[in-house]
């Protein structure tokens, strides 16, 4: 009876430690998955300062002391490539270099392609050298040709960064060469890559492997090695070790003050990364693969436009039933704009809210409201709210009716309007039903455009919980029948056991066997 006992304890013991394992499931299990969470990032990135950014989303995926100063060196070029491609029309036109641009402010051993004063290039051959070779010179060059003086040149370098959101930087010279007031943060170099990526004759320049230029004083022959220049980015060449398949653009740089520095833009997967590393210790190309590696395997970028439909149906708040209260009027959100998502969470875990608070720069575009999507404490995304005047070609009082008519519905409009998804209370945007009739309390929500049907969070930690249940009960049944049955497979046991050694026997041994077997059978019923 005691070992009984024990057993049924032991049994129950164990009926229990499965009970609590099955309940810590259904209710921390749940979260896992029926949402996901934000990937942990590389721990080992050696650089000072280092961000990793979606150029589509505006996303930071990964961000070290990104608004702390450092000194820039050479990637300050593509800021000056920026400067000169946007007062510069023909790049074909010559510049000529002056003693101050071959000389003036060079530091020894600085990069140059060897020009003289009098030396004349396109201002073409002149950007092919600054972005691929680094030349110091010809960034002086370009600077003067442009603006007359570095000085003057740095004033339009500083303006343009300011319009473009950059608080962290002020720059000295086109060139980067060190000066305790030239400095930039991360953050600020991911904005200028950003906004140069999006310039195609950027891009076809800053892409290319090698270029020639035309000749110079010290190189007159057409022909001479000297005048061919090489990419020094070396994860965009596929004879370096540090190659990574699909960076497009980027820029190096070193100083012994500034460390070495390097922005390069990448684009897998129909996402495009940007890499800013700043204060690197010889390691700037192995943080920029650890960091991108780190991006295209944990996450995914979205077109907000295929996605959100409670913010894509903003094209219908100028309509009842379908009819249009401006005939010439629509919202819509821009088909470009996207989110970065990590790839185990799904859209309808975001929270998002709705603005009319936009800057100058912001409404430049004809942007009315901004959409700011979150996932716990990341912004992963951007999207702006435009009001479109299908009657721009129509001309006359048409197109007339309906700028005044936009004005009225802007000015209409109150200042802020914030509509959380997640939120206990709600704010609706003119024209819309409360979230409450929508699909976002709907415990199934059918996805035609994704062909799929997605199960709430609250349905999802039901069944998860009923599941964990039925569980315990089969275990437990499991148990009592087997505690039950314990006795008749002991007695089968030793029946075995005996027969395997009494095969021997005469007959009258046997009956005898038999015989003893039946009176133990009979006080073992007996003790129950």
Known sequence: MKKKREHFHAALLILLL????????????IAFAAGGSWPSPPADIQSNGAILIDSDSNAVLYAKNEHEHYFPASITKVLTAVVVLEHVKNLDEKLTFSSSATSGNLEANSTVIGAVPGDKLSVRDCLYSLLLHSANDCA?????HVAGSNEAFAELMNQKAAELGCTDSHFMNPSGLDNPEHYTSCADMAKILQYAIKNPTFRQIDSTQVYTHAPISKYPDIGAKENTIYAHHHMMRRAYRDFYNGVFAGKTGYTMTAGNTLVTACKRNNMTLICVI?????????????LFDFAYDNFSSIPISKSDSPYASLQNNLKVDGIPLVNALELSIGESDHITLPKDVEFQELNSSLSYELSEREKSDGSIARVDYRFQDHTVGIAYVKLLDRSMNAGGDAAEDAVNAAEAFTESMPGTIRSERSGEEE???AGQLSRGNRRSQAPLIFDKKGGRIIVQKPILRVLAILLAIVLI???????????QRQEEFTRKRRRSRMLKHTRDLTREQKARRDLMLGKRSGRNK???
């Open 278 to 290: 700043l204060n690197g210790h010889h390691s700037q190309y192995s943080d920029t693969r650890k």
């Open 427 to 429: 704010s609706t945007v």
């Open 473 to 483: 009960l089969l275990l437990a049944f499991l148990i009592l029948y087997l505690y």
């Open 18 to 29: 499965f009970a609590g394992l099955f309940l810590r499931l259904g209710s921390e299990g």
């Open 526 to 528: 007996r003790r129950f």
């Open 140 to 144: 002086n060059a370009l600077a003067e």
